[in-house]
């Protein structure tokens, strides 16, 4: 586009055209039609036929002005009649419409038109939104639009200047400070105006916070929040971008002066200093409250701001066209009392402005530009009252952050007029950081000054000021009052009385307003005398308040609103109206914490703060005065407010929660609450991104070195603070730990930090990330470390160091003397950084771990000093210590060496002395480089790993690794893969490498977590898997392996071998005389290759077991076995062979797997031909390998050659009915047999036993869909066998008909034997023919049957020609023709002895028919027995030989069931009853007449010694008749109402205990027995010479029962068990029976479980028990006795010679308690039960019990760990040491945190714990993995009947597999 030629005479206006160009062409544009019509008519000789062919509009409107300007110079008044058209015709914007307007002369300019000559060159830029006020006007129109443009401009000229007047007057004009003439009475706040701290921040981050409830933490890299510059309150409107609406959002909390700021900005402006602005509106929240209709925007600017003088529709339209140059500001957006939401998005319609709208939607609408559309708006409000609408538009956001150290000297300075008053003001303030601190904040600096000015003018010699922010408060009122009453000195009292009324009016308003949100009163709403009090102080200003109507009014204000604040805290403690609760409702600080964020933020922000301040002491007097010297109620309300302030301290807070709370408790000055809340505060405060005032620092300061000795930890994230105000934190020794994470944190910061924190005494870790420090911040720094004399930790990650200053930081190696770690992560990294920090580590002995990766660098170190520390507590001279090096871990990982660096890099570590390990993964060294390092490994002193994985390796290095494993014998493991690039040698120390032998005493531990075999301490391992070795290859790897010498482990997986390639490593398996294991997984090999390795197993002895899978994924190990040779077997001792002899899996167990592997008949014959030649070949499992019914017929026929095989599995096969019978049959082709077990038709173990032929046979086929048929083929095979002892077929499908099969075969036999026939389908029919078959067949001698879901069917065949014989039926739901059956079947039988029925009804039956039924057997009845519960009803009887038979009785039984005879029955019954001896009843509610029966009957039974009425009812009634009758029951010897409700005072039960001399047992637990109660039965125990048996578990027995107990007590000689469990018994009352134990000799067992006993209770217990030597069990579970009690048990348990069981859980002891426990449990090797459970054992507690437990004498066979918090790392010990308790039969370890590596350790030792019948893991963290090993072993495991895995990591898919397959297996909670 050309320029606009030069021809006008007036250069500013040539300027403002050439810069105005562009925008006439940008708003030309959109009327393309109209600008070539004015071509046509202004140029009529030019052609414009191809301009009106471009496409353009704009290139189109470009050209055609480029015209006008062409003949500009030709002929002037063209150009000149164009501007005009567009002036007059067009909606031109303003700045544009002036500036054309004065080129084309048409209209008077004004004066205010000249000064906006220039306006369009401040703001060229064009509005996004333009429209035609009018369409094109014809010429004719012209000058009555001219008319209509200037009237508009002119009175907006003049409305102008009337604002410009107006704030004038109100704000003056500025002047200096100094030239300030001092006022009469100064107000509190003064009008001097001091710039404050403006910063402005990322709105991004706001926009944020205002979305997230929650602060996110920063990484030390990332950009920060309050990453921001400071302004200058001139570029406040500078920055930001012009063209749309802007929004200059400010921040500040209160008393940072943004209000004041507003009026400075008013002021400003009508000075000129903002000539951006043509038009300011300024509005407050405060007075928009008072608004209660809706207005339009024209009645907000001049109704409630400035009404024009005339014609306002003018000015309005001005505004309205002129929007880019109006500024309009809302102050106090806090305080406005509606909700704030923006109306919709930016780019909706545009509403009329002339609606009337509520106020909060007009100032939504400015905000968005929907009114005045490129206006800029400035809203000032608290940071946390931002609007979450208003932060989704385009805002500039800054905040104030009040006064900085110059800004405060220059306030004081301008404050105190007179010099000298200045100097010692501000001399004052700088002595005293906490007083400086508060003039941080403007408002308070206000208030000090005005303090300070009082006392320093009465009493320069002693001025004491306040120390907190509700001091200065009070001060300051005191201060006015006294210059009203003319105080000469300070010491003068300020009388207060005069002025109570008129306080306690003036904290009333105040209080009103923060209730209804108030801060503005009418003149009406203040008392005269209020007003004229506080307008005369100061505390009120009075201005003018538009109200809603538009009139004006005198309004009232506080001249802050901390002010308002503080009466309001006033009132609240002062007035009469105020109750504890209206109270605590007001201090709303825990409310406002938990209030939601959507929420609205309290009115309020320092009324709690004002409120703990009044708390204080030092206030009391003062609010006294105030309250009409009621001090009780003032304290009252003080206390109540410390309260509430403690309880605060209990949660869980934020950083800003924290610092709001750290000031109210500062505040009271009070060290007792701040201690208490920073005990509280979980000793670590976190601050994340929000700044922290300096008064926030020396609160905080004051709150942490209150708690001292609590040691606390600083964080602070993203928090900028003032540097100079660090050293608070110097005054908090107890800090023990600082963090700092900021870009902000530089040079100086450093350099004022390294000054503080050698004063923080307790300082044990430091960070400083994420700053900006350079050289002299970290010579700072370093200079100050040493000088932290308990420094542990060093954090300096992300500081921008290069590398000269990193390595600058090596110098603190050496000189902290307690550093334990270093951390220089994300700083400059070089290859010669890591090279200098490398040579540093190895030449300081101090350092423990370098590590190294890409950005990462950390450095670890051992303490000299600890270690000297713990040498002399124990009692060793630091001298006298044989000193160890100390060893280096050397992590340099991705530092981009390669093999140029490989050199340099060797000798470093060459000339380290004390590598531990060295990590060299993810560099580039190469082949090359590799070699250059394998050279000098011989020399290097590594005890650990080298790593050397993802460094571009080949094979070619492969063979260098091994060729260095050949020459150094240092190399005890080798680790590579070029496919997974991965190599990693593991070296030994060179002491270590020419090895001794285990020492003896570790004989057995080497030996068994080898699995049997005996190694060296320097076996060697190499793993080479995933290299792909080709033929050539194979050839050298497998000369590179006979190189190596005493290599143990050999890995070759992956590699492809094929069958060529596994025969040429069999061939080099017998040179690898050292080899313990090989591995040979997935080398793609064939059933050939199986088979040679099966010869292989059976050539070489040694071999101990091999696993073949050859299926999908193939598997292959080998291990081997020591060769014990001649000459190995002459040195080893004695107590070694005994060892070795002892370990169950020894060199001579064998054991081969084949799984997965399709064999035929010929596979069969040729693996077990093989097979049968292997000499000591223990185990054989054939898994998945789908056998038919031929193959396994084949496989049984080499049974008897396989003359040491233990076990042989089957599993994972799918097995035919003929299958299972040839498997059955086994047992009669192999003598050897000793267990057949066949599961679910898939799962087949033969046991054997070493001997020539078995004892006992046991056969169990369960779940194998046997039936009919097939049983009629099993019988005959049962019928061969005459040692079957246990026949188990529970889960098949016999039914009635297979049972009366079986029942035909068996009983024929004459063998004692044991058969299981559960869930079988058998019915009531199948169960009578069994009651035939019972009661006529003579060796058939019990009988167990329910058809409930239990479904269990057991007989019992012995060899005795007439056994006595049971018969049990549980709920087999017999009708009355069952009934019958059964009486005619077992009419038969003679021996019945014991015939006990479980029926429904017998829960329905009422005592007195059960009893007529016993009342009808034909013996003697012995004993009776009724348990509700589970509905039972037993009668033992004595049948006399050849009298009535069993017909009558079960006849009678049936006939009492179906009716209740008439004729009296007891005769008969205490007739039968001659020799009852026992009475049982369980469950029982009586009725008076039930209970009534028996009593009348009890004294009829001379022979009763045992009544047992447990868990039944009583009524009164019938509870008296039992009592009298027992009154009379002179021989029982054993009572039992346990669990029982008598219905009475249990007085007349304990009278009935009278006379009862030989009474032995008398249990009465769980019947709430009192103090009372349990006096009274001890005046009858004592009269018990024979008392054995006492129990009284359950009660209320306390101390003051067990003094009289205790008496009993010491003469129960007879006394054997003795039970006080769950009772209430304390340490008093223990010492009570202590005293009575050494008196019971007798004594077998104590429980004194679940009880209040502590630790000086229980050591007096233990000492008693010294002589017990009788004592059996001992019970104190439950009780809080202690590590000490344990110390005092230790020796006394090898006294008791006879205990057995001892149960200690949840006892309060821990892993010290534990070891003193294990090491005494050595010498008790009769102790059978021990539980531990719920003590937090630990794992040094675990170690102990591991070594102290094993012993073979051991008779422990119960073993309770639960909730002990054992973990996979501390079972491994534990697992081995049960495991060598030969008795053990139930270990209990549920609710642990056991994994599937404690899975893996229990299933090792599985199979040597012969006796073990229970394992419980429940509740452990065992997965898929770990259950199918237990699963796996325990196959071998005969005797384990249950493992339970309920609530572990086990998918229930899995669960369901596992248990079909392993029905021993239990997943249930039951």
């Known amino acids: 586009m050309t320029t606009p030629p030069v021809w006008m005479d007036d250069a500013d206006v040539q300027k403002a055209i050439r810069n105005a160009w562009p925008q006439l062409v940008h708003f030309l544009s959109q009327h393309p039609e109209w600008v070539l019509g004015k071509a046509k008519q202004l140029l009529p000789g030019v052609a414009l036929n ?29 150009f000149k009649a164009f501007v005009q058209s567009v002036c007059m015709e067009c909606n031109l914007p303003m700045d544009l419409e002036i500036v054309f307007m004065s080129v084309s002369g048409e209209g008077h300019v004004t004066q205010g038109q000249e000064d906006l000559k220039g306006a369009s060159a401040w703001f060229p830029s064009t509005p996004t939104r333009l429209e035609r006020r009018r369409p094109c006007s014809s010429p004719a129109n012209n000058n009555n639009g001219k008319q209509s443009k200037q009237q508009r401009l002119d009175s907006a000229e003049r409305y102008r200047q009337l604002i410009t007047t107006s704030m004038l007057q109100r704000y003056g004009m500025s002047r200096s400070a100094e030239a300030t003439e001092p006022k009469a009475q100064p107000s509190p706040f003064s009008q001097t105006f001091v710039n404050l701290v403006i910063r402005q921040s990322k709105g991004g981050r706001m926009r944020e916070r205002g979305e997230k409830a929650k602060e996110a933490p920063i990484a030390p890299h990332d950009t920060e929040e309050h990453r921001n510059t400071t302004l200058r309150l001139s570029e406040l409107f500078e920055s930001v971008h012009m063209g749309t609406t802007k929004v200059v959002l400010l921040l500040g909390k209160p008393g940072m002066g943004k209000t004041r700021l507003m009026h400075k900005i008013c002021q400003q402006w009508a000075e000129g200093d903002l000539p951006q602005f043509q038009l300011i509106f300024f509005f407050e929240f405060r007075q928009l409250n008072l608004i209660q209709r809706k207005l339009s925007l024209q009645e907000l600017l001049f109704d409630f701001f400035l009404r024009p003088e005339d014609c306002p529709d003018a000015v309005f339209q001005h505004i309205l066209e002129d929007t880019q140059h109006t500024l309009v500001i809302f102050d106090g957006l806090d305080k406005f009392v509606e909700n704030v939401q923006l109306p919709g998005p930016p780019h909706t319609c545009f509403p009329d402005p002339l609606n009337p709208l509520s106020v909060s939607d007009l100032f939504a609408s400015l905000c968005l530009g929907k009114f005045l559309p490129g206006s800029t708006v400035l809203v000032t409000t608290r940071p946390k009252i931002v609007p979450g609408a208003l932060l989704k538009t385009d805002t500039l956001l800054a905040e104030i952050w009040g006064f900085d150290r110059e800004k405060v000297e220059e306030y004081v300075g301008y404050f105190f007029r007179q010099h000298s008053l200045k100097e010692k003001a501000i001399a004052h303030l700088k002595s005293n950081g906490k007083l400086l601190s508060m003039c941080y904040i403007p408002a308070l600096c206000n208030i000090v000054c005005i303090c300070l000015e009082y006392l320093l003018l009465h009493d320069a010699g002693r001025v004491q000021l306040p120390q907190t922010m509700t001091q200065f408060y009070i001060k300051m009122l005191l201060t006015f009052i006294g210059k009203d009453q003319k105080l000469r000195t300070l010491s003068e009292e300020v009388d207060l009385s005069q002025h109570e009324a008129t306080l306690v009016g003036l904290s009333e308003l105040a209080f009103k307003g923060l209730e209804g949100n108030k801060m503005l009163f009418y003149a009406g709403e203040v008392p005269e005398d209020v007003k004229d009090f506080a307008c005369l102080y100061g505390l009120l200003v009075s201005f003018e308040v538009k109200t809603s109507n538009g009139h004006t009014q005198v309004g009232y204000t506080f001249v802050h609103f901390s002010l308002q604040e503080f009466f309001a805290a006033l009132f609240l403690l002062t007035s009469k109206t105020v109750d504890g609760n209206f109270l605590k409702q007001k201090f709303f600080l825990r409310s406002k914490w938990m209030m939601k964020r959507e929420a609205r933020v309290p009115f309020t922000e320092n009324c709690h703060v004002f409120l703990s301040g009044l708390s204080s002491q030092g206030c009391q007097k003062f609010l006294s005065s105030l309250a009409g010297h009621c001090e009780d109620q003032v304290q009252e309300r003080q206390d109540i407010i410390v309260q509430m302030l403690k309880k605060l301290g209990d949660a869980s807070l934020t950083g800003p929660r924290i610092a ?130 308990q420094l542990e930790d060093i954090n300096l990650q992300d500081n921008r160091l290069k590398g000269q200053e990193m390595i600058k930081t090596t110098e603190i190696f050496s000189t902290v003397a307690k550093l334990k770690k270093l951390d220089l992560s994300y700083n400059e990294l070089l290859v010669s950084t890591v090279l200098a920090f490398s040579r540093a580590a190895a030449g300081c002995p101090n350092v423990t771990e370098l590590h190294i990766r890409k950005d990462v660098l950390t450095v670890s170190f051992t303490s000299q000093s600890s270690k000297s520390q713990r040498l002399k507590k124990e009692g060793i001279k630091e001298e006298e210590d044989v000193p160890k090096p100390s060893t280096l871990i050397l992590r340099l990982q991705d530092c981009q060496f390669n093999s140029q660096w490989a050199e340099e890099l060797a000798e470093v570590l060459q000339s380290c002395s004390h590598l531990s390990e060295v990590d060299l993964s993810g560099n580039q060294l190469g082949d090359e480089g590799c070699s250059k390092l394998m050279k000098m490994v011989p020399r290097m002193c590594i005890s650990g790993p080298l790593n050397l994985n993802n460094n571009q390796l080949s094979l070619k290095s492969i063979f260098c690794l091994l060729n260095s494993m050949s020459l150094c014998p240092n190399i005890v493991k080798l680790k590579a893969s070029v496919h997974h690039e991965t ?246 082709q192999c ?50 066998c005459d040692r079957l002892a246990e026949l188990d077929l529970s889960g098949n499908h016999l039914g009635n008909e297979g049972l009366r099969c079986l029942l035909e075969h068996l009983p024929r036999t004459h063998i004692p034997c044991l058969i299981k026939i559960n869930h079988n389908g058998v019915s009531q029919d199948g169960i009578l023919h069994l009651a035939h078959v019972f009661a006529t067949c003579q060796n058939v001698a019990e009988v167990h049957v329910s058809l409930c879901s239990e479904a269990t069917l057991l007989i019992t065949l012995v060899r005795e020609d007439k056994p006595q014989k049971i018969l049990s039926m549980k709920q087999c739901c017999f009708q009355a023709k069952h009934l019958a059956l059964l009486s005619t079947s077992l009419s038969k039988c003679l021996a019945l002895s014991n015939f006990t029925i479980e029926e429904p009804w017998v829960k329905d039956e009422s005592i007195i028919i059960l009893l007529k039924l016993a009342a009808e057997v034909q013996g003697n009845i012995t004993a009776i027995t009724l348990r509700r519960d589970q509905a039972l009803f037993v009668v033992e009887q004595e049948f006399p030989r050849q009298e009535e038979k069993v017909e009558s009785v079960v006849s009678r039984l049936h006939q009492c069931e179906l009716e209740a005879k008439g004729v009296c029955f007891l005769p008969k019954l205490i007739e039968k009853c001659r020799q009852l001896w026992a009475l049982n009843w369980s469950q029982v509610q009586f009725t008076n007449a039930e209970a009534e029966t028996i009593s009348d009957t009890l004294p009829h039974f001379p022979s009763l010694k045992k009544l047992g009425l447990t868990c039944c009812s009583f009524l009164p009634p019938g509870m008296e008749h039992l009592a009298e009758a027992l009154h009379q029951c002179h021989t029982i010897e054993d009572i039992d109402f346990s669990k029982s409700e008598v219905g009475m005072d249990i007085s007349a039960l304990m009278n009935a205990l009278e006379g009862k001399l030989h009474l032995k047992s008398i249990n009465l637990g769980s019947l709430n027995l009192s103090n009372a109660d349990i006096l009274n039965l001890t005046s009858r125990l004592s009269a018990m010479p024979l008392l054995k048996r006492l129990s009284l578990n359950k009660n209320r027995l306390g101390g003051e029962s067990c003094s ?211 394992l419980d893991l429940d509740n452990n963290y065992i997965t898929a993995c770990g259950a199918r090993r237990l699963t796996k072993e325990l196959a071998q495991c005969r005797g384990i009947q249950i493992i339970r895995l309920w609530h572990n990591q086990i998918p229930s898919d899995v669960e369901q597999k596992l248990r079909k397959e392993e029905p021993r297996l239990h997943f249930a909670f039951f």
């Open 50 to 78: 191809e301009i009106e062919g471009t496409a353009s509009s704009h290139e189109k409107v470009s050209l055609v002005l480029d015209m006008f300007l062409k003949a500009a110079d030709l002929n002037a008044p063209v």
């Open 660 to 789: 709001e709370l750290c000031h109210c408790v500062h505040e009271t000055q009070d060290q007792e609450l701040a201690r208490h809340v920073g005990k509280q505060l979980n000793f670590r405060y976190q601050f994340r991104n929000f700044r922290l005032m300096p008064l926030d620092m020396a609160v905080l300061a004051f709150v942490i070195s209150s708690c001292h000795p609590h040691l606390v930890c600083l964080d602070f994230v993203g928090c900028p603070m003032e540097v100079d105000y660090l050293d608070v934190f110097g005054s908090c020794e107890n800090i023990k730990s600082l963090s700092f994470k900021s870009r902000r944190c530089g040079n100086e910061f450093a350099a004022v930090l390294s000054k503080t924190l050698p004063k923080i005494k307790c300082l044990t870790t430091f960070q400083l990330a994420g700053g900006n420090i350079s050289t002299p911040g970290l010579e700072d720094l370093i200079r100050a470390f040493p000088n932290c004399h």
């Open 1231 to 1280: 003598k050897r047999i000793c267990r057949v077990e066949v599961r679910s038709s898939e799962n087949a173990f033969l046991h054997f036993v070493k001997s020539k032929e078995s004892q006992e046979i046991c056969c169990r086929l369960t779940d194998c869909g046997i039936g009919k048929c097939e049983i009629t083929e099993l019988c005959p095979i049962f019928k061969k």
């Open 983 to 1228: 190599a990693i040698l593991t070296l030994i120390g060179k002491d270590i490498a020419g090895g001794a032998q285990p020492r003896s005493s570790s004989f057995i531990t080497a030996l068994s977590s080898t699995g049997g075999h005996l190694l060296g301490a320097t076996a060697r391992k190499i793993c080479l898997t995933d290299n792909n070795f080709q033929n050539g290859d194979l050839k050298n790897l497998c000369l590179a392996l006979r190189r190596c010498t005493g290599v143990t482990e050999l890995d070759l997986s992956k590699n492809s071998l094929g069958d060529p390639g596994v025969l040429k490593v069999a061939e080099l398996l017998p040179h690898l005389n050292e080899l313990r294991s090989l591995t040979l997984d997935h080398n793609n090999m064939s059933m050939d290759g199986a088979f040679c390795l099966v010869q292989c197993f059976a050539d070489l002895e040694h071999m101990t077991s091999m696993e073949l899978c050859l299926g999908s994924t193939q598997k292959i190990l080998l291990t081997f076995g020591e060769r014990m040779s001649p000459q190995m077997l002459s040195v080893t001792s004695e107590h070694q062979r005994e060892l070795l002899d002892s370990v169950p899996n020894s060199i001579h167990d064998r054991c081969f797997c084949l799984k997965e592997c399709m064999m035929d008949l010929k596979d069969v014959d040729r693996l077990f031909k093989r097979l049968s030649t292997c000499s000591g070949l223990t185990k054989i499992n054939l898994s998945g390998n789908s056998l038919n019914d031929q193959s396994v017929e084949r496989l049984l026929k080499f049974l008897p050659y396989l003359n040491s095989v233990e076990l042989l599995s089957i599993t994972e096969s799918k097995f035919s009915s003929h299958c299972v019978c040839l498997l059955a049959n086994s047992v009669n």
């Open 1604 to 1814: 009289h107990l205790a008496q009993v007590l010491k003469n129960a000689v007879h006394m054997e068990k003795i039970d006080l469990s769950h009772n209430k018994i304390d340490d008093a009352g223990m010492k009570e029976i202590a005293m009575a134990i050494p008196e019971m000799q007798s004594v077998k067992q104590i429980d004194l479980s679940n009880n209040s006993i502590g630790s000086a209770g229980g050591q007096c217990f233990v000492e008693a028990l010294e002589h017990s030597e009788n004592l059996e069990v001992l019970k104190l579970s439950g009780n809080n006795i202690g590590n000490e009690t344990l110390e005092k048990l230790a020796p006394v348990l090898p006294n008791l010679h006879c205990l057995k069981v001892l149960h200690l859980a949840s006892c309060g002891f821990d892993s010290e308690g534990v070891v003193c426990l294990a090491r005494v449990l050595f010498h008790c090797p009769q102790i059978e039960e021990i539980s531990l459970s719920e003590n937090s054992i630990g794992h040094k507690g675990a170690m102990a019990l591991a070594e102290h437990l094993p012993q073979p004498s051991s008779q422990l066979r119960k073993i309770e760990l639960k909730v002990c918090g054992l973990s996979d790392c501390t079972f491994r010990s534990l697992a081995l040491g049960v495991s060598q308790c030969p008795l053990l039969e139930e270990i209990i370890l549920s609710w642990n945190k056991l994994g599937d590596e404690s899975a893996l350790e229990l299933a090792k030792v599985l199979s040597r714990m012969a006796k073990l019948k229970v």
